[in-house]
Structure formats: C-alpha cells, structure tokens
C-alpha cells in the first residue's frame, strides 16, 4: 500500500521576530527623536559650534566612548554566534556565547558610567547641554539594561537546555535587539561623541 | 478513589462575589475581544469628556473680550485637554480597540499577537489617561505650574507608550497571523487600515515619548532648554493636530471599503488602488517630521505642503473607489453604511481644510501670544482636526453597529442608530467650518480674549452647538452600545452576509483559496 504524502510543512510564523523588528523601529525612532532635539537645540543656542556648545571645562572623554564601540561591535558579534550555536543545537556554546555577551553588556555599562563620572558634569548645570547629554546616554543607557536582562534571561535559559525551536526564535529577536542598539550606538557616538 | 478537587463555590447570579469574579476576569483578561472592549469603553468615557470639554470652552469663547466663569489660564488649559483628549485618549483608543477586536478575526487568527501585551497596553494607557487628567485637575497641563506639569508629561509619555505598544500587537497580527492561503493584498480592508495605522504610531509614538522626556527633564532640571509650561503645546502640538491627527482617524477609510462592499454585495474594484490610498495616507498623515518644537517655519517648508495639499488624495479615492460599487448595485441601507458614508465626507472636509494650511497669506498656523502662553496657531487648526475627530467618531459608531455582532454577539438597534448619524454629521460640520472662517479672521487656538472682525460670537455660538451635538452623537451611540450589550437582539452568525472571513463560523479551519482580493465564504 502506498503511503500518503507527507503533510506540508507547517509555516513558520516568526511572530516574535516581527514582533521585535516593530519594537526596534520604534526604539530606532525614539532616539532619531531625542537626537533630534539635541542637534536642533545645539544649532538654536551654540549655533552649530561645538566651541560655543560645550560647558567650559568639560572634556568629552572621546577613547572611553571608543572603547564602548568596540565593545558594542564585539557583542553584537557575540549574540550573532549566540544565534548560530542555537541554530546548530549547541548547547555548550550558546551558553558560553550568552555568558560573554553578559560580560561585553556589563562593560558597556561600566563604560557608560566611567564616562559620566569622569565627565563630572552636573545635571542641572548653567547650560543646556548638561541635560540634554544626559537625556541621550541616559535614555541609551536603559536601552542597554533591558538589553542586558534579556540576554541574562537567554543565559539561563541556554544553560537549562532550552535550545532550538522556539528558543531560536528568541534568541533571533534577542540578537535583532543587540543589533539594532548597536546601529543606535554608532548614531549616538558619532553626535555626542565625535560632533559633540 | 481519592478526592483531590478543591471544594467549588457555586455563584448565585447576581451576588456580589459573583461581580467581583467578573471584574477580577475583566481586569485579567489577555483575550483580544475583551481587551479591545475595554480600550473602546476608555475611549469612550474620553471622547465624551473631551467633547464636554469642547462644550465648556466654546461657551467661554462667545465672548471675545474675557470669560464666563473660568479663568483664561483654566481655559487655555481645558481647551488643550480637550484637543489632546480628543486625539489620544478618545478617537486612537477606540480605533485600537476596535482594531484589537475585529483584526484578528478578519484575517483567521484566533487570538491577537502577544494578547498579554495587548492588555498590557490598555491598563498602560488607563494609568496614562488617568495621570494626565489627574494633572491637568493639579493645574499642571501646559500653562501649568510646578510639579503636576511633570505629571502630566509622565501622563501623555505613558499614554504613548501605551499606543505604540498596541499598535506593535496589531501590525505583528496582520504580518504573521493570517489564515493559510491569505496573501498579505488580500487582507480585509480595515484590517489593512489598521495595519498602517499601527506600524505608523509605532514610528510616531515613541517620537513623542522623545518630546515627553525632553520636556520632563528640562522642566526637572532648572527649565533652561524648553522654559516654562507655557511653552509646552508647542512641543506637543503636531501629535494632535494636522497632519498627525488625521492619522488617528485613519482606520476610517478601511471601515468605509468594508462596509461599502458588504453593503452592496459587490467585489471591490480597483482594490489595489484602495489599497495603496490607504497606505499613501500613512504616510501623508505621519505627522512626527512636521513640529514646531523643533524648527518655527516647518510649517512653510515642503514636506508640510505635501501633507497639506496631497493628504485628501487618499480620502477621495477611497470614497471614488467606493462610490463605484455603489454606482453598480443599489446598497442595503442600514446604520453602517450611512455612518460609513458620514464619515467619509468629513475626512474630505478634513482634506479639504488642511489645503488652504501651509499658504502664508492666509496666516492659519501663525504662532500667537496667548496671554502668557503660546500657541501653534488659529482656531483654523482645531476646526480642521475637529473634521477628522468627527470622521472617526462617525466611522467608529458605524463600525461598531457592523460589528456589533462579532465583538459581543448582540446587534445595535439600526433604527435607533441612524438619527444619530445626522447629529454627528451636522455637528462636526458645525464644529469645523465657523472654527475655519473665525481661524482666517485670525482668532488664536486655545483662547478666550481676541479682537476680531465680524461676527465672532455668532460664530462661536454655532460652533458650542456643534460640539453639543457631537457630545450628543457620542452619548447616543454609547448608550446604544450599553443597551445592546445587555439586551440587544442576539446577532445571527453572519447579519450582513458579510464578505470577510470574520463572519465565517471557523475561521481556523479556513484556507483560503480565493484568487480574488475581496474574500468570499463562497471561495474559502
């Protein structure tokens, strides 16, 4: 007797990736706006001059903030073989990808933080620059944690040999997530940064 | 055999642990119907409110030369709250209400994407609405003072946040969940409209959460970046006004193709075209690139123009498009279609308004003094919006008495229904164009005290009774849609013979095979 036909193969819905493909637009427009009101502002009152913009005596730590690239690159790199070890159903090294990425996560925190303290700029100082600077590294700032605890979320799950399947998914929406913070990094290391 | 149930509590009808059960389930529920339902009972109490604010104001504004009983700052207040509640806590919640409950069905999915999400974003938005009102009652809306103004940005921040986080539900819904066979051009009307509606307010929401915290943060740390609250309306202005507002009211167009074609038993034609109106009006109406806060003269400058001057564009190809369906078969007239109709003429009106904006001459979106604050413009601007609000309560109610049947299972009286459409046809109208002629005498937005030419009381009459008669639409069509939920005529399967596959009985065992664009039960 001959067997039926195999069933198609149900369609692969993807629903959280596009889910979280919306949510980085939107975290993508977000900053587009905040750095919006930055570069007009600093057009409005330094009149487009980084000289007349800046607070006197406040030097922009600028290897920090190149350090903080680097690293971002490197973890963007790091999810990436997060996703290709949970594709290829290594356990053993999506774990240890997710560990490192926790580890490059955290560093771009402390670097963030360095920056600050290093900075010494007060908040609620004689310029507008002061809060403005912090409205754009603080707003990235948080975008980095909730980056960060899903990743840590990730780890555990890795470890707990959750892999494949819908954990791929995941874990795809997870490294979109990175990549995307890092395309806004490179946006807003190159204004507060470099353009300052 | 041993028993390990726990002990059932059996519920009398009626008794009190028997209502707390249900608000415990309401206020729990992740199930796309019921949460769409809550967004549209909030939108609800905001529309009416703000419409009663919209009374409140007008009877300030019949004396030009000071006020009846509140004070000008208390007035430039509550006409601001009347403009943003309009906007965001009435007619974009119920659009996304409506959006979460029908979408999903009209495209074979049993449930919303991330229906948790979903309800997340309502109490989201409940919590935003009631801290901004809550504010605005602290004297801390724009003009405000002190910390409630703080409150009132955290307030509006939530109440995007809230939006866009629905509008991710929706877009994800229409991309991924769609019955097999559905191609994404064969996707029901308003639920194309809706799709728009949503992946634009995921691009413009979080652009005016930027706005909020800008703001927030300047007013925190010693205002010395945007100043005073005086100053906050013109940061916040292109989220309620043209060409942003129009947006909200979006989903309309999709309303009024599938209602039309439903209504006539005819296939759409030109669906494509339809289908890419609707889409040019996403982005004609997106709204963010056009604030004041950011750069004075954006409103003289050409992505303004094109908004202003294209942005009717969608609106008469979809009511051309549709008034060929109409041409080929006699409709069956009901509550629908009349509202559908309705609503299609004031979003040209809208269209219409929006034209005469961007030319200096005319000075319609000048920025004015308003005693101590500063407003984005004229009356012009309010009475343009007040064109597509009414074009959205209007499409609202009549997709609500369309789909009644699908969101609680019980009809809307058409009979009772179908006067009201006159009241809020009339009463938009009466809102819109004595708001549009005071704006051309130069009568600033969110005042009381002017000095103008003509007959500006008159007017100003005209335009409290049109907001009357809108509150009045608004508060019939809500105690309609009370009377049916609880003792409405229980809806047949499929009432209108409807065209789209959330009448089909089993949407999931549905494949649809229909090569045509317009899906027919027939062709599943």
Excluded at chain 2, 64 to 89: P, V
Excluded at chain 2, 374 to 399: D, K, M, P, R, Y
Excluded at chain 2, 407 to 419: A, H
Excluded at chain 2, 442 to 469: H, M, R
Aim: charged share 10%; proline share 5%; net charge neutral.
């Amino acid at each position: 007797m001959l067997a039926l036909p195999a069933a198609p193969a149900p369609v692969r819905r993807r629903t959280l990736l596009v889910g979280t493909a919306y949510a980085c637009a939107g975290l993508m427009a977000f900053f587009v706006g905040l750095i919006a009101i930055y570069l007009q502002q600093r057009i409005d009152i330094g009149g487009g001059n980084t000289n007349t913009w800046l607070p006197k005596k406040v030097v922009v730590p600028e290897p920090l903030a190149n350090t903080m690239l680097l690293t971002f690159a490197l973890s963007s790199l790091t999810v990436q073989w997060a996703v290709y070890s949970m594709r290829r159903h290594n356990r053993r090294d999506t774990a240890w990808a997710m560990g490192l990425l926790v580890v490059l996560g955290a560093a771009i925190l402390n670097a963030q933080s360095f920056i600050w303290s290093q900075m010494k700029l007060p908040i609620m100082g004689d310029t507008v620059y002061n809060v403005l600077f912090y409205m754009v590294t603080g707003a990235f700032f948080l975008a980095v944690v909730v980056g960060l605890i899903l990743a840590v979320i990730g780890a555990f799950r890795a470890l707990a040999g959750r892999v494949g399947g819908d954990a791929t998914e995941a874990f795809s929406a997870l490294a979109l997530y990175w990549h995307v913070l890092f395309g806004v990094f490179c946006f807003v290391w190159y204004v507060m940064y470099v353009v300052k | 055999m041993t028993i390990t149930d726990s002990q059932t509590h059996v519920l009398t009808p009626g008794s009190d642990s028997d209502a707390l059960v249900s608000v415990g389930r309401w206020a729990t529920t992740a199930d796309h119907t019921r949460v769409g339902r809550l967004f549209i009972g909030g939108g609800f109490v905001g529309l009416l409110g703000a419409l009663a604010l919209g009374v409140l104001v007008s009877i300030e504004r019949i004396d030009a030369d000071g006020t009846a009983f509140l004070g000008e700052n208390s007035t430039y207040q509550l006409s601001t709250l009347m403009r943003i509640g309009l906007a965001l806590l009435a007619i974009a919640p119920l659009f996304t209400g409506l959006g979460l409950a029908v979408v999903p069905a009209q495209v074979g999915s049993p449930s919303i994407a991330f229906p948790r999400l979903a309800a997340l974003s309502f109490w989201t938005w409940l919590g935003g609405a009631a801290v901004t009102v809550g504010a605005y009652a602290a004297n801390g809306g724009p003009g405000g003072a002190g910390e409630p103004v703080r409150l009132f940005l955290v307030g509006i921040g939530l109440v995007a946040i809230a939006l866009a986080l629905a509008a991710v539900c929706i877009s994800a819904t229409v991309l991924t969940l769609r019955a097999p066979g559905m191609r994404s051009d064969e996707v029901p009307l308003f639920s194309w409209a809706s799709f728009v509606t949503s992946s634009v307010m995921v691009l413009a929401m979080p652009i005016l959460l930027a706005n909020v915290v800008s703001l927030y943060l300047s007013h925190r740390y010693g205002q010395i970046v945007f100043g005073d609250a005086s100053r906050l309306m013109r940061h916040l202005e292109w989220a309620v006004s043209h060409p942003g507002v129009a947006l909200y009211s979006l989903p309309v167009l999709g309303v009024i193709g599938d209602i039309v074609a439903t209504s006539t038993r005819q296939r759409q034609p030109l669906r494509s075209v339809l289908i890419g109106a609707i889409g040019l009006a996403g982005i004609l109406y997106f709204g963010a690139d056009v604030q004041r806060g950011l750069n004075a003269d954006v409103v003289h400058q050409p992505n303004y123009f094109i908004a202003s001057l294209a942005g009717i564009l969608p609106v008469l190809i979809v009511l051309g498009l549709c008034g060929l369906c109409l041409r080929n078969a006699k409709p069956k007239v009901g509550a629908p279609i009349v509202f559908a109709l309705a609503a299609g003429l004031m979003a040209a009106l809208g269209g219409a308004m929006a034209m005469l904006m961007p030319w200096r001459g005319l000075g319609l979106v000048d920025e004015l003094a308003v005693g101590a604050n500063t407003t984005a413009g004229t009356v012009f601007q309010e009475g343009q919006a007040v064109a597509f609000i009414g074009a959205g309560i209007l499409g609202l109610l009549g997709a609500l008495a369309y789909w009644a049947p699908r969101i609680w299972g019980r009809r809307i009286d058409d009979k009772k229904m179908l006067p009201l459409a006159l009241f809020g046809l009339g009463g938009t109208v009466l809102v819109a164009l004595p708001l549009g002629f005071l704006g051309w005498k130069e009568q600033p937005l969110d005042a009381v005290n002017f000095t103008i030419d003509g007959p500006a009381s008159v007017l100003n009459i005209i335009v409290l009774v049109g907001y009357a008669l809108l509150f009045v639409a608004a508060l019939g069509g809500v105690g309609l849609v009370l009377q049916s939920v609880r003792s409405g005529e229980h809806g047949a399967t499929d009432p209108w013979d409807g065209q789209t596959l959330e009448w089909t009985d089993t949407p999931l065992s549905t494949v649809v095979r229909s090569a045509q664009p317009l899906l027919d039960r027939k062709d599943a």
